[in-house]
């Protein structure tokens, strides 16, 4: 973060901090923000507080970049990451400063975790042709068929962003539910939400198709239980909720039988054949 | 025009001996239900009770999941995982040998036709057990991790229309991957499962493996909540699946649940008409359409549509319906009067909103539970019929022109179950197969089951497969 006033005497051009929303950055319909604080309890920064009908138009942003998403090739998918993390890369400084304010680490601390989530980043970007053969199958049927079965995105996943390492575990839930073809919909990180608006310019810039992935900043305790009986959200990471959150969100889910998951490991297959069914399909085989 | 006249060809029911009442089996043994209440269980091809069951309350259940416990504990977790596949292969082998037996009690107890339980279910339970008997030893190579772990007691809640076959989907795996099971049977169909803990006797299974509690739906509302169970596995409503769903949010257990269907048999103008037909008929009127990925839903190009419905009919017009014993019999019995209210109220609805009911001339007979082959015509996407589960020989008519609209209307459902294609055009079918939002996709086929194919369904149709690599998931917790 740049100090209001830097040594020089030059007065800082701040950032606004807005929600993304189908490639956009809106302010939040509801016109309300909250005051984020750095480490020490200095104000920081006024980050949108989002509504419910933010949330619903990250839905309908997210389900409208569903069809093109999850049917671009693999290959298109994987270097779209891998364009993400070469922006997250140049887009470092500002991370870190962001980190080192928010979490109250050392500068050096940070820059590991911003590397940390270019290196995430890449990993899961290498994963997008290669899960269907991790997680498919042909299967030896007992007749003259062909049988064989693969993993298909889900479709709109909401992420519920753990918050400490902010930026690390942001990056690692987005890459592993869009990776596959999912679309997302953030809810960043209430504490440490302004990562998650710089790294949304970083995807806005990396090709990433406008509503694949929108992020909004606010309460996750006011926000979880519209997501969890929202009928147009098919999945939840409900990784950073509470216990009592996750309750609550999975009671609400049982409505539409949301695939609610939470993970602890940020660098795993399974991560991602969490959000992603099985299809199978079988075929006579005769001439 | 008339069917061949054919002369009743009736399966002994000699090979099997029911019980005047059947126990509760806990613990390797039967045993006397808490409760001391027994209900009737009754063949619905006749009307008639065929035995007394014992309705299995809380402490009954609660026995059942200690035996569990302490079978996992003390003797299952410690047993060499090719020895526990061993037994695996011992209850397959005394499947089979012993297969006619089950298939006449299936019938008698189910009412599906015998050519049924003896040709498919029966054999594909054995099955299940020699596929899933081999994975025992194997399971660092299942996809879930190296060391994958069982979660341990397992409740598994099975519904009516494949009693044996939806107890081989649950049980196989289940012990396979080294968990112990507490079983709750359908209430009308119980029998098979009682039989089933005799096999699992003379296989010296270890007592406890596996517990029997037989009920309605209290006694599988009391295993969901019983805080033992580590994790639940359902077959049945989609109803049911969302209030199991809810009953275990904010505990430790999860679920797996095998819920309702709507499918879409989708029928191209370039299809192989006369095997379409077959595979329409094959999709809906299979065990009396008591089949959650009943191919429910015809949606046939338009072009082509009077073609497809005047074979249809045709078709239909030589379906055998009557004793389920009879080896010739195509439909059986419905499985019970709820069901064929609901079956009736349903088609009743179709109906009055405005759709075209037709069945074959097909006469009925009197005693027990019987529904004819029903199609409905002039059918829209609004209609009760085009949208809820009927679960019964009702199939709804519906047209499309284009290959985008068919997939429309096919994935115009909460439920995500299955789908069928019927087209010559391989890169059609792919393009359908890969739009559908369906877990089992069945092209120029349908209503084929394997052991080593995972099952499972989108959307509200479930959580979880069934079979397969795939199913082994559901019984494993991740490893590193």
Redesign the interface.
């Known amino acids: 973060m740049k100090m209001a006033i830097s040594p020089s005497g030059r007065i800082d051009v701040l950032k606004t901090y807005k929600l993304f929303i189908g490639g956009a950055f809106p302010r939040s319909e509801s016109g309300r923000v909250y005051s984020i604080k750095d480490f020490k309890g200095t104000h920081l920064a006024n980050p949108s507080l989002a509504s419910r009908k933010d949330l619903r138009d990250a839905v309908v942003a997210a389900r409208s970049a569903f069809p093109g998403w999850s049917s671009a090739t693999a290959y298109n998918r994987g270097q779209i990451l891998y364009r993400m993390a070469e922006l997250l890369e140049g887009r470092s400084e500002q991370l870190v400063a962001e980190l080192v304010a928010l979490e109250g680490i050392t500068a050096r601390a940070a820059g590991t975790q911003v590397q940390q989530s270019v290196d995430l980043l890449v990993w899961y970007a290498g994963w997008s042709d290669k899960i269907a053969t ?2 498919g ?1 042909t ?5 003259p ?1 062909y ?1 064989f ?1 693969t993993p298909e995105p ?1 479709g709109v996943v909401a992420i519920f962003s753990a918050a400490k390492p902010a930026l690390r575990n942001l990056v690692g839930a987005i890459a592993s539910v869009i990776t596959s073809g999912n679309t997302a919909v953030v809810v960043a990180s209430e504490k440490f939400p302004l990562p998650a608006i710089t790294f949304s310019e970083i995807m806005a810039t990396s090709d990433l198709p406008a509503g694949v992935v929108n992020v909004l900043t606010g309460s996750s305790s006011e926000l979880a239980p519209w997501a969890a009986s929202h009928m147009d959200i ?1 999945a939840i990471d409900a990784s950073g909720l509470t ?1 009592k959150q ?3 969100s ?2 609400a ?5 949301k ?1 609610i998951r939470v993970s602890d490991e940020l660098d795993s297959p ?1 991560r991602i054949l969490n959000f992603m ?8 085989i005769g001439i | 025009m008339n069917p061949f006249e054919y002369a009743p060809a009736l399966e002994s029911t000699s090979i099997v001996t029911i019980a005047e009442r059947y126990k509760l089996f806990i613990n390797g043994k039967f045993v006397a239900p808490r409760s001391g209440k027994y209900f009737p269980t009754i063949n619905p091809a006749t009307g008639k009770t065929l035995s007394q069951i014992a309705e299995a309350n809380a402490a009954d259940v609660d026995l059942a999941v200690k035996a569990a416990r302490e079978a996992y504990a003390k003797v299952w977790s410690k047993l060499s995982a090719s020895e526990r596949g061993k037994y695996l292969f011992r209850i397959a082998r005394i499947l089979q040998e012993r297969a006619r037996e089950f298939a006449v009690l299936e019938t008698l107890d189910n009412g599906k036709p015998i050519r049924e339980s003896r040709d498919t279910d029966i054999p594909l339970v054995a ?1 299940h057990f020699f596929y899933h008997a081999g994975w025992a030893d194997k399971l660092n190579f299942a ?3 190296e060391q994958p772990k069982p979660y341990g007691v397992v409740g598994q809640i099975i519904p009516w229309n494949f009693p044996m076959l939806m107890l081989a989907w649950k049980v196989a795996p289940a012990l396979a991957t080294g968990n112990t099971v507490v079983l709750k049977p359908a209430e009308t169909t119980s029998l098979t499962a009682l039989l089933f803990a005799e096999v699992c006797q003379q296989a010296g299974l270890p007592a406890g493996v596996v517990n029997i509690v037989t009920g309605a739906g209290a006694t599988g509302a009391t295993l969901v909540n019983h805080p033992g169970i580590d994790k639940i596995a359902f077959t049945g409503s ?1 109803d049911v ?3 199991i ?2 009953a ?3 505990t430790k257990k999860s679920a797996t ?1 095998e ?1 309702g269907g709507k499918a879409a048999n989708i029928i191209y103008d370039d299809a192989a008409i006369d095997e379409a037909v077959e595979g329409i008929v094959n999709g809906i009127f299979f065990n009396q359409g008591h089949v959650c990925c009943a191919g429910s839903r015809l949606l046939v190009q338009e072009n082509i549509a009077d073609e497809v419905l005047e074979k249809l009919k045709v078709r239909m017009s030589h379906i055998r319906l009557g004793n389920p014993l009879d080896k010739n019999t195509d439909i059986g019995a419905i499985n019970s009067a709820a069901q064929l209210a609901k079956i009736r109220e349903l088609s009743a609805a179709g109906e009055a909103e405005g759709a075209e009911r037709w069945s074959p001339p097909c006469e009925l007979p009197t005693d027990g539970f019987w529904f004819a082959p029903t199609i409905f015509t002039g059918v829209s996407q609004t209609h009760r019929i085009a949208r809820e589960e009927i679960f019964g020989p009702v199939l709804s008519v519906l047209t499309f022109r284009t290959p985008q609209e068919a997939i429309e209307k096919a994935n115009n459902t ?1 439920y995500g179950l299955s789908a069928g294609i019927w087209s010559e055009k391989g890169s059609k ?1 792919l393009w359908t ?1 890969s739009k559908l939002r ?8 349908f209503n ?1 089951f ?1 052991p ?5 369904g ?3 149709s ?2 979880g ?1 069934e079979g ?3 199913g082994l998931a559901a019984y494993l917790k ?1 490893g590193k």
Do not use: M
């Not at chain 1, 069914?277 to 006579?284: A, D």
């Not at chain 2, 369906?438 to 086929?445: D, R």
């Open positions: 991790l997680g199958s299967n030896c049927v007992s007749g068929y049988n079965s889900i098919d216990p996750l309750k609550d999975q009671v889910g049982a409505q539409n039988l695939r399974l069914e099985i299809k199978t399909v079988w075929h006579p | 099955a996809g879930v991790g989609t699946g969302k209030l769903a809810t275990i949010a904010g649940l819920l909460p079918i197969a369906a877990g089992v996709i069945w092209a120029n086929t084929k394997d080593a194919s995972p099952f499972g989108y959307k509200e479930g959580w497969r397969g690599r795939h991740a």
